[in-house]
């Protein structure tokens, strides 16, 4: 079926670096998109969302980019810190899957000090 | 405060018992959710309810129930059937329509032996 990936499983950068973590979906009938951050034994936390009626949406530190052309999301990271070193989730919703979010592989981002 | 809750954090079991993980949320949710995910992996749906008394089978239902007999709570029974149990199972819960986000509980750590 219809899938969410990505394309680097560990990403390693300096801290104050910026970051950036990318995933490419293959359905291109979603119409919702979201990030989570999740931290070693801990549950998913919401990080960022995106419909597909826009192409950017900023929060604190964070942005993620949506490429409806060539099927791909990125998250942004700017000066990233240690505590943001977590396997980073993008996940999508299909326009006819009620409210289902299918999830893909995940990233680890590791921030040197 | 509210949120979503899992209990225990560490669940130990001898192979062939069954065993049942607790998911309570207070956020008035209707839509709530099962994932497993294996070490290094992402999210696998195991079941999901969209409303009380009804729930749907996921990608990987086998050998796990569940029963949704009141909007707070959905706890997850894994079975002797299931071949393989030893994960780290999520509950999260969502609005049933409008805000897709998914919001997860800390999550327990199921060990069979």
């Known amino acids: 079926g219809e899938s969410v990936g990505l394309h680097l499983p560990t990403l390693s950068v300096q801290e104050g670096d910026n970051s950036i973590i990318n995933c490419a979906y293959s359905?291109?009938?979603?119409?919702?998109f979201i990030w989570y951050k999740q931290e070693s034994g801990k549950g998913p936390q919401f990080i960022i969302d995106?419909?597909?009626?826009?192409d950017k949406r900023q929060g604190q530190r964070v942005t993620v980019l949506l490429n409806k052309t060539v099927k791909h999301l990125s998250l942004q990271i700017a000066a990233t810190q240690p505590g943001d070193s977590a396997v980073y989730f993008c996940?999508?919703?299909?326009?006819?899957?009620?409210?289902?979010?299918?999830f893909g592989g995940g990233t680890r981002l590791m921030v040197k000090p | 405060d509210g949120g979503i809750t899992q209990s225990p954090k560490y669940l130990f079991r001898k192979e062939g018992q069954n065993v049942t993980l607790s998911c309570e949320q207070n956020l008035n949710h209707d839509a709530m959710y099962w994932y497993r995910q294996d070490p290094g992996q992402g999210l696998r749906l195991i079941y999901y309810s969209q409303i009380v008394n009804d729930f749907q089978k996921g990608d990987i239902a086998e050998g796990y129930s569940v029963s949704r007999e009141k909007k707070e709570s959905f706890p997850l029974t894994v079975t002797s059937a299931q071949k393989n149990p030893t994960a780290f199972y999520l509950c999260?819960?969502?609005?049933?329509?409008?805000?897709?986000?998914?919001?997860f509980g800390p999550g327990t750590r199921l060990t069979v032996t």
């Open positions: 359905n291109s009938a979603s119409d919702y």
């Open positions: 999260a819960s969502s609005a049933a329509s409008g805000n897709f986000e998914q919001y």
């Open positions: 996940a999508e919703k299909g326009i006819n899957a009620g409210n289902m979010l299918t």
């Open positions: 995106i419909r597909s009626n826009m």
